[in-house]
C-alpha cells in the first residue's frame, strides 16, 4: 500500500537547533516526510544533525519547493540579459526568465542535473521533487516576442519540463511536483510531461 505523505516543509534559513525542533514537533504531528529546498545545505553535507534525526525517524526525504529561480543565476544577467524576461520591451533580473531562448533552457537543464544529481543522493525511491514558481509572482514572466505567444502558466510548464526531462534520465520512477496556476480552458498548448504531479 502506497503510504500518503504528510510533509514539513523547511525554510533553508532555518537554524540547525530550529530544524531539529521542528522535525520533532512534526513526527509528533503524523508527518512523515522533509522537504529541503534544492540548495539546502543538507544535500551538501555528508552527516549533519539533521540527517541522524530524518534516518532515526525513517521519514522520507524530498527535494525543491519555491526553488524555480535556482535554476538560472542572477549573475548571468550582466552579460547574457537576454535569457531573462522581458518586461515592457526590457529584460529584468528578478523574478523569472525567458523560456523560449534554448540558452536559457541549457542551462536550467544543466542546473537541474546539478542540484538533482546531488539531492538524489540523500533520498529514497520513490523519490519526489518540487519546483514551484516564485511565491506571489507566479505570473511574473517573460514578455519577449517569441515567449508572447505563451501564457505565464505554459512558461513556467516549458522550464518545468525541461527539468522534468532531466529528472527521467537519473530516476524514471521519480516525480516533479508543479503547480497548475492557469485556470484557462485552452492552456494546453505545453503538455506537462509524464513524470509531472500537478497540485493546486
Ligand atoms: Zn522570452
Not at 75 to 96: A, I, T, V, W
Request: charge should be positive; charged fraction near 30%.
Amino acid at each position: 500500500m502506497k503510504q500518503e505523505r504528510k510533509r514539513l516543509f523547511i525554510d533553508i534559513k532555518t537554524s540547525a537547533r530550529e530544524r531539529e525542533k521542528l522535525i520533532n514537533l512534526a513526527v509528533e504531528n503524523g508527518c512523515n516526510t522533509v522537504v529541503f529546498s534544492l540548495k539546502d545545505p543538507f544535500f551538501k553535507s555528508k552527516s549533519s544533525k539533521c540527517l541522524k534525526l530524518t534516518k532515526r525517524y525513517a521519514l522520507n526525504i524530498e527535494a525543491g519547493g519555491r526553488d524555480l529561480p535556482l535554476l538560472l543565476p542572477k549573475r548571468l544577467f550582466l552579460f547574457q540579459p537576454g535569457l531573462f524576461r522581458m518586461e515592457h520591451g526590457r529584460r529584468k533580473m528578478d523574478r523569472h526568465f525567458c523560456p523560449t531562448n534554448p540558452k536559457t533552457i541549457s542551462i536550467i537543464a544543466q542546473r537541474a542535473h546539478f542540484f538533482i544529481s546531488r539531492a538524489m543522493e540523500k533520498m529514497d525511491a520513490p523519490r519526489i521533487f518540487h519546483l514551484l514558481p516564485e511565491e506571489g509572482h507566479e505570473n511574473t514572466w517573460c514578455q519577449c516576442p517569441a515567449c508572447r505567444a505563451f501564457r505565464p502558466a505554459e512558461q513556467y510548464l516549458i522550464a518545468v519540463n525541461t527539468a522534468a526531462d532531466v529528472l527521467a534520465q537519473f530516476d524514471s520512477g521519480a516525480q516533479l511536483v508543479y503547480i497548475d496556476f492557469d485556470r484557462e480552458p485552452d492552456a494546453a498548448r505545453v503538455k506537462p510531461r509524464d513524470n509531472l504531479l500537478v497540485i493546486g
